[in-house]
């Protein structure tokens, strides 16, 4: 049997988690053609801490934005090792902001936030809705703001998908969205 390393199973759960959550569920309806065309770049960093983790967000911006979107159409920045507690990980999305503006890059490319943990302001931590943002593993999302753009051009209610994936998580509830988590490993 080969032997894996902790990459690979990080890499192999949350591959997964886009497959059966966000595609499964229908929570992204972008996301299908990518994952289809291997669009999606997987980088598991290995950052144990916040300035370690920036420097990789700062080096995944930049070949994200050199590279063709037939290419790499999106990139999740996966950092089990780093940002683990809810607050600091949101503490850290100002950073990551500050990050695009300091490259020139808001307006460009976008930066969406997953983790084990998330929570929505003014919600309760066990309200379903929260599931929309949790993922296996602390991550960052980058995707380019055209490719979001194209994805929503022929909707006349965007905000319809929150919505509609709240109201998904909430009809699954808390021990529907344990089941499916357990199941991924």
Known sequence: MQNRTQSDLVLERTRRWLEKVVI???????????????????????????????????????????????????????????????????????????????????????????????????????????CTNRSPYPMLHLLREASIAAATENLTDPDQIFERNIQTLRRLGKDGWQALMEQDG
């Open 24 to 130: 499964g569920l229908n929570l992204c309806p972008f996301a299908k053609t990518p994952w289809r065309e291997k669009r999606i770049r997987f980088q598991v960093c290995q950052a144990t801490d916040p300035q370690q983790l920036a420097e990789d967000l700062i080096e995944e911006l930049l070949t994200l934005q050199a590279s063709e979107p037939t290419e790499r159409e999106t990139t999740l920045l996966i950092h089990p090792d780093v940002l683990t507690d809810f607050l600091d990980y949101n503490d850290f999305l100002d950073l990551a902001d500050q990050a695009l503006e300091a490259l020139g890059l808001e307006g460009t490319i976008q930066i969406a936030s997953f983790h084990p943990d998330y929570q929505f302001a003014d919600s309760d931590p066990d309200d379903p809705a929260n």
